[in-house]
C-alpha cells in the first residue's frame, strides 16, 4: 500500500477546507491502491478557477480554453526522501461544481472523478483516442470509483 504526501494549495485567496483536502488525498489513494504501487509518493495539487486553469492550459499546453483538470507527470524519485513523485494536478473547482450538477452526482463526486482521472494520467493513462487507451483509463476510473462510492453512480467525461 502506498504511503501519500500531498501538498495542496489553493488558489486566488480561497480557502481549502479539510473535507475537500481528504476527498482528494482518499481519491488518489485509491487509485495507488488499486494500480498496487508500493513505497511513498508525492502528489502536488493546485485548486483554481475557469480564469487559472486557462492561464495554465495556454501556457503549457497552449490550448487557448478553460478545462476540468490538467495533468503534469514527474516520475521520479526525489533522492533526498526517496519518494515517488507523481507531479501535478490542476484542480478547476469552478468547472467541478458546474459538471457535478450538469450530470447530477455533485460537487464532491466530480471531484473525487477528476482526482482518479488525473491520478490515473499521472500513473501513465491516456485517452487521446477512441481506441483501447481510452477504454482501458475508463475501465480503471470505474473501479477506483467503484471503491470509493460503490452506489454505482455512473461518471461522465
Request: proline share 4%; net charge negative; glycine share 8%.
Amino acid at each position: 500500500m502506498a504511503k501519500l504526501k500531498m501538498r495542496l494549495r489553493c488558489e486566488n485567496g480561497r480557502k481549502c477546507p479539510l473535507s475537500l483536502r481528504l476527498r482528494i488525498k482518499r481519491a488518489a489513494k485509491a487509485v495507488l491502491d488499486i494500480e498496487e504501487v508500493d513505497g511513498p509518493c508525492e502528489l502536488s495539487v493546485l485548486l483554481t478557477d475557469d480564469a487559472g486553469i486557462h492561464a495554465i492550459n495556454k501556457e503549457f499546453r497552449d490550448v487557448d480554453r478553460p478545462t476540468d483538470v490538467l495533468s503534469f507527470p514527474m516520475g521520479d524519485t526525489d533522492p533526498r526522501t526517496g519518494r515517488y513523485l507523481l507531479g501535478d494536478m490542476v484542480l478547476n473547482v469552478d468547472r467541478a461544481a458546474a459538471q457535478g450538477t450538469e450530470y447530477g452526482h455533485g460537487a464532491a463526486h466530480e471531484i473525487s472523478y477528476l482526482t482518479v482521472h488525473s491520478v490515473l494520467h499521472l500513473l501513465g493513462y491516456d485517452h487521446v483516442d477512441e481506441g483501447e487507451q481510452k477504454r482501458a483509463m475508463r475501465a480503471r476510473e470505474k473501479l477506483v470509483m467503484a471503491k470509493l462510492e460503490p452506489r454505482g453512480i455512473e461518471t461522465e467525461s
